[in-house]
């Protein structure tokens, strides 16, 4: 019993605070983390200066529990509101600051009470380390593999993969090319269980976190979509950035800068907000499918996002085959195309300059 409420509080922290990590098990999001954590803290008014003294401090700092935990985590009396008022904007000015020091704070605070917890239920603890982890430049990145390494075999995690259930995905593009959507298809439907999660976990599904809390996909819009057409339910993510901190127009703004958007439909300029809200909402482009196959032949490399949207557009300019009614003659068009000095400023260009 002398844990019991200190785990129940622990556990309440970590799941508020992971509320921004929550649709990844598609459970709903609800109140403000800020305002839940808060809550939680007030309600141990005698652990509280421990947690907001921790939260303040220089990220090199432990986290001193007392050791008398017990006594501490039994609810006490009424908090004074000027007390919850101090902690409520110690709380807010934590979470609301995405630094490294940040992120390094909390992955402490759950790495040192996650080792109150059986080892199954320290894996949640490992997840979360391993979203702050993600909110950290590159060069922090080994701190939280030591932070973690108490809770895991490994003592990296970088890799680290969650799953995600499919249609809570959302596109950053319009269309896909559904031939490459079949062949996938064929591919996930040819190989056995074991086989198809060793797949599926090689190939994790890249994504970012919005401020609306959503999940969008920023790669392998095809696999997502023929995973959903298998009937998968679930695939593993690959967590390339929690952006939730930022406004919508920032939060667009950033995709565009890192190349992790394309808002062009079939050659027509759409907005954001026009995005399809899952997979199903994906069309199909003939001309995407051709980029697909003179790739997959040699004519040109993937070496940035979107970079058979780039030559599906060119190729919707130039060839003069018509790819939904001859769809061979089109490929073989634009391989000649492809290695021409036309098509020498688009990313992954093989022919000669």
Do not use: C
């Amino acid at each position: 019993m002398k844990k019991a409420y200190f785990l129940a509080f622990v556990a309440a922290v970590l799941v508020v605070h992971s509320l921004s990590a929550s649709k990844v098990y598609g459970a709903p999001m609800s109140k403000a983390p800020i305002a839940e954590v808060s809550a939680l803290i007030n309600s141990f008014p005698k652990l509280q200066p421990a947690i907001v003294r921790f939260l303040q401090s220089p990220a090199d700092r432990s986290l001193d529990l007392p050791k008398d935990i017990a006594s501490l985590m039994k609810p006490g009396d009424a908090v004074a509101d000027s007390d919850k008022e101090i902690t409520q904007k110690a709380v807010a000015a934590t979470l609301s600051a995405h630094t490294p020091d940040s992120a390094l704070r909390w992955a402490k605070l759950f790495a040192q009470v996650g080792r109150f917890f059986p080892d199954k239920q320290r894996q949640t603890f490992l997840r979360a380390i391993q979203w702050k982890r993600q909110q950290a430049p590159l060069d922090w990145r080994s701190k939280f593999d030591k932070i973690a390494s108490p809770l895991s075999d490994s003592s990296d995690f970088s890799s680290y993969i969650q799953d995600a259930k499919i249609l809570d995905l959302q596109p950053t593009q319009f269309v896909v090319g559904m031939r490459e959507v079949k062949a996938k298809i064929e591919k996930l439907e040819s190989l056995s269980s074991h086989k198809l999660d060793k797949y599926l976990e090689e190939h994790p599904i890249p994504v970012v976190f919005s401020p609306s809390q959503g999940l969008y996909i920023i790669d392998h819009h095809h696999l997502a979509y023929a995973g959903w057409k298998t009937g998968l339910k679930s695939l593993p993510l690959e967590m390339k950035a929690d952006l939730s901190h930022l406004t919508p127009q920032d939060f667009w703004d950033r995709l565009r800068q890192e190349g992790w958007l394309y808002l062009y439909d079939q050659g027509d300029l759409r907005a954001p907000e026009e995005l399809p809200k899952d997979v199903r909402g994906l069309k199909d482009d003939p001309y995407r499918s051709v980029a697909w196959q003179v790739r997959e032949r040699g004519g040109f490399e993937k070496t940035v996002p979107f970079t058979e949207m780039f030559w599906a557009n060119f190729f919707r300019k130039r060839l003069k085959t018509d790819p939904a009614k001859d769809f061979e003659g089109a490929v073989q068009e634009g391989l000649t195309l492809a290695l021409s000095p036309l098509a020498q400023d688009l990313p992954g260009y093989r022919g000669k300059k």
